[in-house]
């Protein structure tokens, strides 16, 4: 009975733990998309790396690189409710003070469904605060009907 009592014990503990690593990475890019939400470009700021780098794969396979200033001011342009982006994690990977996150997602505007794809975290761990260091995402209007 002890044994199997320290088993489930440990793997208990082992989930947890795992558990907790990844709320800390999933953290900022929940806040990404509250601070989108909200309009809150004081939030928004504290998701990204100083170096960060946000792309976006356009439908000719085109990279388009965004500039984060430019996409914070942005945000605080619109209103709140506004934005409102819907992810899925599918799936977290973590090695040291890496980490990579693939979040399917649809995009609604003002409440209307305008597109879907999907987002690629890189993400950094910085004085034990993980920060967004790349993010890439696809944008279409088709194939989304298993997204919504």
Known sequence: ???ILALTLLLSTFCFGQQSK???VEKP???LFLAMKNADPELLKTVFSDA???QTITKDGTVKTDNIPDFISSISKVSKDDLDERITIEAIHIDGNLASVFTP????????FLHCGANSF???KQNNIWKIQYLIDTRRKENC???K
């Open 122 to 124: 890189q993400l950094v």
């Open 105 to 112: 997602y649809q995009f609604y505007y003002k409440g209307k």
């Open 29 to 31: 890019i929940r806040n």
């Open 145 to 147: 009907e298993n997204l």
């Open 22 to 24: 990844n709320q800390d």
């Open 52 to 54: 960060a780098i946000l």
């Open 1 to 3: 009975m002890n044994k």
